[in-house]
């Protein structure tokens, strides 16, 4: 994690409910949904190594990002980290935004048949190839 607003120390050590805050102010201030999403995997990786409760930590925030900001690929890098803060449907449709189909689009708009004569016998044509 790269410029991050927060030190390691304040990270994995700071009370819940500072966090919270902290976290939701940088969002609002600076709408960098990278280092935001980022700071909320490490709320989760700080709840399974934690004694502290940061279970589903700040979901209306994570909901937010992967439902309104901007894809990037940071929120498509840690997208299935957050399953659980998303009921199967609306999971459903975060995929298809965060991960669209792609389209299948060439430059060929439509195959022409060519109109230059081919030369020689069946048998030149196949040891040629």
Known sequence: MTDLPFTQYQVFHSKAKT?????????????????????????KIRNQLGEQDFELFL??????LFSKATVNRALRRYF???SEYFEETEWEMMTARCFPPEHSHTDLMEVVEANVPVTGTDFDLSESS
């Open 80 to 82: 299935y980290f957050f």
């Open 19 to 43: 966090l919270r805050e902290q976290i939701s102010a940088y969002y609002n201030e600076t709408q960098n949904s990278s280092v935001t999403i980022q700071l909320l995997l490490a709320m």
């Open 59 to 64: 979901k209306d925030l994570v909901r937010h």
